[in-house]
């Protein structure tokens, strides 16, 4: 039967995930299982375990762990306190303006520590409690920090875009880092659009607004945080050193700069470490196992079989890329972004680059694309550390949710409708 590995691996992967599985071993497992109809068992499971093994033997990977490290540096360190303390001055007396410091922050620590985890956490813990002292409903609260806290996935340095780069066989880290500055600026915009709609609409309280010397003075603050942003991307994009390079670089930096704060002590380190060991080690297991289960799809043709059927449905490429969305969109609500990234790559990107879509802009498509996927149930894990600092419920949040989904895919479809959007900065460095 031609279309039962096919079969075997889409439906034991749905089953694993319905019983509770951990995603990782659901991939693995059903990879091991639909190379078992092909090859006997201890030669299947070999393969696995070598692919596996294989799938993690870059020397660009090794930039994740260092970017989730300083991440938990910057959560502990004091970086995001003095962020929000910028954005208060800049947007705080504009409607629902604690919103919209929360969204501005978000951008901010996303452009620094590219973690959307560490930004609902700080952002959440630090101005969730506030925004409802000051009459803010906490599922509106929920729904900003949710929804904002991906955008750091977009604006460089992004561990996901490093992923895909790896993925999709060597597309420049610079240019995908570059090409995330306006889709995640405008996406940002459109969230503060809709959040303050919605504040004015429901009377939510106002900040006074700050004077240029307090706005300066928290500016003066914010900058030694600001500027690892320069550090990092500035010496990717020259080519002074490797985006690993830089992740190594931004670590130092943010432990030196919360020991200066005072926020970050000896006796903090070892906690630190273990946080970002588990959770850079949960990342690594699914990297490892997708990278199974995209080999698996290799050898039994199946993106070469999906690329064919997509062009039989229409030669025009908006409706093929839109096609591509829908797709996209489903799959990230059923699975978490980087193995969705590390399996779905080598499927669409053929197709996508056969129309004449430059894979730049594919990259930060799929990746907005898979960041509403978080904000989602029943896998987001975005949306339960949210709803989870909050203290409320997936039912009382969707209301407020539902609006800020719809300005997060106008983003979508303006960026892949204007290859502008993406490919302009990237082509200002010849990158």
Do not use: H
């Given at each position: 039967m031609e279309n039962l590995p096919v079969i075997v691996?889409?439906?034991?992967?749905?089953?694993?995930?319905?019983?509770?599985?951990?995603?990782?071993?659901?991939?693995?497992?059903?990879?091991?299982?639909?190379?078992?109809?092909?090859?006997p068992?201890?030669?299947?499971?070999?393969?696995?375990?070598?692919?596996m093994a294989t799938g993690l033997d870059s020397f660009t990977l090794l930039a994740i762990p260092f970017f989730i490290l300083s991440g938990q540096l910057m959560t502990h360190g004091g970086i995001a306190s003095r962020l929000i303390g910028f954005a208060k001055t800049i947007v705080g007396a504009l409607p629902g303006g604690l919103a919209l410091i929360n969204i501005m922050s978000a951008m901010l620590m996303g452009a620094i520590a590219g973690s959307a985890m560490a930004s609902a956490s700080a952002m959440g813990s630090i101005l969730g409690p506030e925004m409802e002292k000051e009459g803010y409903d906490k599922e509106y609260?929920?729904?900003?920090?949710?929804?904002?806290?991906?955008?750091?996935?977009?604006?460089?340095?992004?561990?996901?875009l490093i992923v895909y780069s790896l993925a999709s066989g060597g597309v420049?880290?610079?240019?995908?880092?570059?090409?995330?500055?306006?889709?995640?600026?405008?996406?940002?915009?459109?969230?503060?659009?809709?959040?303050s709609i919605w504040a004015k609409k429901k009377g939510y309280p106002t900040s006074k607004k700050s004077s240029l010397n307090n706005i300066f003075k928290t500016f003066i603050v914010a900058i030694p945080s600001l500027f690892l942003l320069f550090i990092v991307i500035g010496g990717i994009v020259s080519g002074i050193f490797t985006a690993t390079e830089a992740s190594a670089i931004?670590?130092?930096?943010?432990?030196i700069l919360g020991m200066v704060y005072?926020?970050?002590?000896?006796?903090?380190?070892?906690?630190?470490?273990?946080?970002?060991?588990?959770?850079?080690?949960?990342?690594?297991?699914?990297?490892?196992?997708?990278?199974?289960?995209?080999?698996?799809?290799?050898?039994?043709?199946?993106?070469?079989?999906?690329?064919?059927?997509?062009?039989?449905l229409s030669d025009n490429k908006i409706i093929i890329l839109m096609i591509v969305n829908l797709l996209l969109l489903f799959v990230g609500i059923f699975m978490d972004?980087?193995?969705?990234?590390?399996?779905?790559?080598?499927?669409?990107?053929?197709?996508?680059?056969?129309?004449?879509?430059?894979?730049?802009?594919?990259?930060?498509?799929?990746?907005?694309?898979?960041?509403?996927?978080?904000?989602?149930?029943?896998?987001?894990?975005?949306?339960?550390?949210?709803?989870?600092?909050?203290?409320?419920?997936?039912?009382?949040?969707?209301?407020?949710?539902?609006?800020?989904?719809?300005?997060?895919?106008?983003?979508?479809?303006l960026i892949t409708l204007f290859?502008?959007?993406?490919?302009?900065?990237?082509?200002?460095?010849?990158i």
């Open positions: 691996l889409i439906l034991s992967f749905i089953i694993f995930i319905s019983i509770g599985t951990p995603v990782a071993w659901s991939i693995a497992i059903s990879s091991l299982l639909t190379i078992i109809i092909s090859l068992f201890i030669p299947a499971a070999t393969t696995i375990a070598q692919r609260g929920a729904a900003v920090n949710i929804t904002s806290s991906t955008i750091g996935l977009v604006i460089p340095p992004s561990n996901v420049s880290i610079a240019a995908l880092f570059l090409a995330g500055y306006i889709p995640g600026i405008l996406t940002g915009l459109f969230l503060m659009i809709v959040a931004a670590v130092i930096y943010t432990l005072k926020e970050i002590k000896l006796k903090n380190i070892p906690n630190i470490l273990m946080e970002a060991s588990k959770t850079s080690a949960v990342i690594m297991l699914l990297i490892a196992a997708s990278m199974s289960m995209s080999w698996i799809m290799s050898f039994e043709n199946i993106p070469q079989n999906l690329s064919d059927f997509l062009l039989t972004m980087t193995p969705a990234v590390l399996i779905f790559t080598p499927i669409f990107l053929p197709i996508v680059t056969s129309i004449g879509i430059n894979p730049i802009q594919f990259g930060i498509i799929m990746v907005l694309n898979l960041c509403i996927g978080l904000c989602t149930p029943p896998v987001g894990s975005v949306l339960f550390v949210g709803i989870g600092l909050a203290k409320t419920s997936i039912e009382k949040v969707i209301k407020p949710l539902l609006p800020l989904f719809i300005a997060m895919i106008f983003s979508l479809i290859p502008a959007l993406t490919l302009w900065l990237p082509s200002l460095y010849s």
